[in-house]
């Protein structure tokens, strides 16, 4: 087969950021003693929400007493609260179509792989799938798209429009995110007229051998560079959000860590804006596929990824997936995340055409939490999180820069904390579980207690009232 080539220019930043003689000579220190002054001034400068350079990223993945790596939780934790506070956005995924060009050797869906099932749904399909997420109550999906000639930028869009004119009864999908193939400056352009909201490429890993053996060089995919400088482009046709991620165990995840860290320093100088969000996904079994489990992450260094992030990039959205169990998604939940996915079902069809158990030959990957919406609602209120379905600032403009100038100083929970408790209150009323009503007007309640006694609380409490009483939606601030 012909080397599939990428002929479109690259951003104007276009460059190799991650200097591999640099970064493990970074991690060289890993297994020696961190002097504790040290750490302590690397957390202090994380604590003033100023993002960390990559060496002092690399003091927090070297710190590897039990003590140290106790005040790097307890920091993250602390952060996550005076950035965040308690909230938790929630999303859900929409598999629209597996066929691929790429051979990833990792993934269900490579085009060597016979076993799986192929598909792309149809416009009636997708309304369908729509339907039954509305049914549920979610408003936020990613789209997800295997590499083809057939998913084109145009294509995209039009699945886009066809999901923001779906309403069943209260339901309506507000946000859709995409995650698909990097893109030319045009390609984005079309796919941001539909509405979108952030585009997500994951880099998978930084390491040049790694993705050069995982992605063999006559795929599309195999271009290093096309993929590293996707998000560039992506912001220089103006989707002002992006996300970044890369999928631990093909390579030492504390290289990878620094790797994301690069990315997002790049982003900031070239374009005065990071990555909206980072993903940090494990390795997961998928169907007809045989792990290399060399650089596999356990449970403590992934809990230690986490943390580090968390603190190395204090204003960026972590997202959790549902590739992670239940009780280790409700553990690391403290350390910094910021949005999850919940009824996540990633078959082809799989909101619809399925049941409560995984069909394996129609997933990328297997799932480790497969509870639905309300069940992960109702933990996240008994655990006093306030679940958010919010999507203001995607619609206010408080997106890219402007997202930054309003999340900088703190201004952002202003706004947030009220929005997250209308689409709470909205989630209550349309579609939870009885158990899950109570646990949340608990917490509304708790939260409206918090709040100063003044103009901003007092419309607030009108809100949740018309909300509850005139069967009003969509109020937000």
Not at 139 to 160: N, Q
Request: some cysteine.
């Amino acid at each position: 087969m012909a080397i599939i080539g990428n002929e479109n220019k690259l951003s104007e930043s276009a460059r190799d950021f991650i200097d591999e003689a640099d970064l493990p000579g970074l991690l060289a220190g890993n297994g020696s003693t961190v002097d504790d002054a040290r750490l302590d001034d690397v957390i202090a400068k994380s604590m003033a929400k100023d993002p960390l350079s990559l060496e002092e990223t690399a003091v927090l993945l070297a710190a590897d007493s039990p003590g140290q790596v106790d005040r790097i939780y307890d920091a993250a934790r602390q952060l996550k609260r005076d950035v965040y506070g308690n909230r938790i956005v929630l999303f859900a995924p929409l598999y629209i179509g597996n066929d691929c060009t790429n051979d990833c050797t990792y993934c269900a869906f490579r085009r060597s792989n016979k076993e799986v099932i192929r598909r792309t749904l149809s416009m009636d399909d997708i309304r369908s799938q729509v339907e039954a997420l509305e049914n549920h109550g979610h408003k936020r999906l990613i789209l997800v798209f295997g590499e083809h000639p057939r998913y084109t930028p145009d294509y995209i869009a039009e699945c886009v429009r066809q999901i923001y004119a779906v309403r069943v009864g209260q339901g309506e999908i507000r946000r859709v995110n995409i995650n698909a193939a990097p893109m030319d400056h045009a390609g984005y352009a079309a796919v941001k007229a539909a509405g979108i909201g952030t585009y997500q490429i994951f880099q998978e890993t930084y390491h040049r051998e790694t993705y050069g053996k995982v992605h063999p060089s006559n795929t599309r995919k195999g271009d290093y560079m096309w993929r590293l400088d996707g998000v560039a482009r992506a912001i220089e046709a103006d989707c002002d959000d992006v996300g970044i991620g890369a999928l631990f165990g093909l390579y030492d995840w504390r290289y990878e860590v620094l790797g994301l860290v690069a990315h997002g320093l790049h982003l900031y100088k070239h374009y005065n804006v990071g990555p909206h969000t980072i993903s940090f996904p494990r390795l997961r079994p998928a169907h007809g596929v045989s792990l290399d489990e060399s650089y596999m992450v356990d449970d403590e260094n992934f809990k230690r990824l986490v943390a580090t992030l968390r603190l190395a990039v204090p204003y960026t959205g972590m997202i959790l997936t549902a590739r992670e169990p239940p009780e280790l998604r409700r553990e690391i939940m403290a350390f910094g995340v910021s949005q999850i996915d919940a009824g996540s079902r990633i078959e082809l069809g799989g909101y619809t055409e399925v049941g409560d158990a995984q069909v394996v030959d129609r997933e990328q990957f297997e799932l480790g939490d497969i509870r639905s919406l309300d069940e992960v609602m109702r933990e996240l209120l008994v655990d006093g999180y306030t679940p958010s379905f919010c999507t203001a600032c995607y619609r206010l403009g408080r997106t890219g820069e402007n997202f930054m100038e309003f999340a900088i100083p703190g201004f952002i929970q202003q706004m947030c904390t009220p929005n997250a408790l209308t689409t709470l209150c909205e989630y209550l009323v349309d579609y939870a579980s009885e158990e899950t009503r109570a646990a949340g007007e608990k917490l509304i309640e708790e939260e409206l207690d918090k709040l100063p006694d003044n103009k901003r609380k007092a419309e607030l409490m009108d809100r949740l009232r018309r909300i509850r009483e005139n069967d009003e939606r969509d109020l937000y601030f």
